[in-house]
């Protein structure tokens, strides 16, 4: 519920990694979010709250330029040089009027922000962040309006200025992070994951991107299934009854294929803890009594329960591509008569082989002495 519910752009869903505390700690931002920025000493002083504020998203550096290398500017008195000297700060200090007089509260850009501009801010009550990654920005300009300016000149507010319900900045863990919510032009949310290691968290992420699909395939299909192994347990139903009425050989093939179907529900029982066995005889039984959505139960003490009622779900068309996938694989390896064997590779201990009389030798050491001649 979190984005349109039209479009469903995943981009929308930021995902931040937070080193420390436990996978329960972690949060859902209905907004945009991320991590603060580096910023210099005159950041502290700037407010870190603001309700209703305009937003600007720059693509532009207000910065003090520093000479490049090899750079050589030659003058001939010392006014010529003051005149250098003042014509940059003047370049900067235009800039950061305009961007006062456009009446933003919070200045975001891609390109640094000196500390002659933090503190500049500081003074005028404006947030600013500078060095904002452009995954990041993007986001922004897509929840909040507006547009990313590459000049400060000629900002209209009506048009390249965004605003959101509340910015704040939040400790999260160790860090601290930069918080957009109620957000008018796009619904998104922002997920903060927290973990002790950086793999678990990493692991949650690949799952949480995974479920992430699914739903979104789910919503835009809109066609759904009982899951927990319910539908498969179903079809392998159908399929064992239809094989009984095939002649030959073909029978077998068809059997093996229903039998296949229940390696799903199996492998959850496994996964889960719980006697396979014993759940799938029940699935066996509730199926053929006609209950085709009952499925496996990983939380109840029974192990089967209605999954449509208990909304385990999943969509329709994932699980038509699977079980075709699977299909056309199986087939692939099967339609396959002729392979390449190397007969040196399939010994126990392949190497290569000894020299004559080696295995004497060796026997020679365990006491059975030297051979007698005579």
């Not at 456009?102 to 962040?129: E, H, M």
């Not at 290691?197 to 395939?217: C, G, N, P, T, Y």
């Amino acid at each position: 519920m979190s984005l349109d519910q039209d479009d469903l752009d995943e981009s929308l869903i930021g995902v931040k990694r937070i080193s420390g505390g436990a996978m329960q700690d972690s949060m859902l931002i209905q907004g945009v979010s991320f991590k603060k920025t580096f910023t210099y000493a005159g950041a502290e002083q700037q407010p870190k709250s603001f309700k209703n504020p305009l937003i600007l998203c720059l693509n532009v550096e207000l910065e003090l330029k520093a000479e490049k290398d090899n750079a050589e500017v030659r003058v001939e008195a010392v006014s010529e040089y003051q005149a250098i000297v003042d014509a940059e700060w003047e370049i900067i200090y235009r800039k950061l009027q305009l961007i006062e007089k456009t009446g933003a509260k919070v200045v975001l850009s891609k390109l640094p922000i000196g500390d002659l501009a933090t503190q500049w801010f500081a003074d005028r009550d404006i947030f600013c962040a500078g060095r904002v990654p452009a995954a990041d920005l993007r986001r922004v300009v897509q929840a909040v309006g507006g547009s990313v300016q590459s000049t400060c000149s000629d900002i209209d507010p009506q048009k390249h200025l965004g605003t959101c319900g509340r910015f704040d900045e939040r400790q999260v863990g160790g860090e601290r992070f930069n918080v957009f919510e109620e957000c008018p032009k796009a619904k998104t949310c922002t997920l903060l994951l927290r973990g002790g290691a950086e793999q678990f968290i990493e692991e949650v992420e690949r799952s949480l991107h995974d479920a992430i699909m699914v739903v979104k395939r789910a919503v835009k299909n809109g066609d759904v299934v009982a899951g927990g192994g319910a539908v498969e347990m179903d079809l392998s139903a159908h399929i064992r009854t239809k094989a009984n009425a095939i002649r030959g050989k073909l029978q077998f093939v068809v059997r093996a294929f229903a039998k296949a179907l229940e390696v799903i529900p199996r492998q959850i029982c496994d996964n889960a803890g719980l006697d396979s066995t014993d759940i799938l005889n029940k699935l066996r039984m509730r199926h053929a009594q006609g209950e085709i959505h009952v499925g496996v139960d990983v939380d109840g003490a029974e192990g089967i329960r209605d999954n449509m009622e208990a909304f385990v779900w999943e969509p329709s068309l994932v699980k038509l591509n699977a079980i075709s996938s699977a299909t056309e694989a199986a087939c692939l390896i099967l339609s396959v008569d002729e392979t390449i064997r190397n007969p040196q590779s399939e010994k126990a201990s392949a190497g290569p082989r000894a020299p004559p009389g080696t295995a004497q030798r060796a026997l020679r050491g365990r006491g059975r002495g030297m051979p007698v001649r005579r």
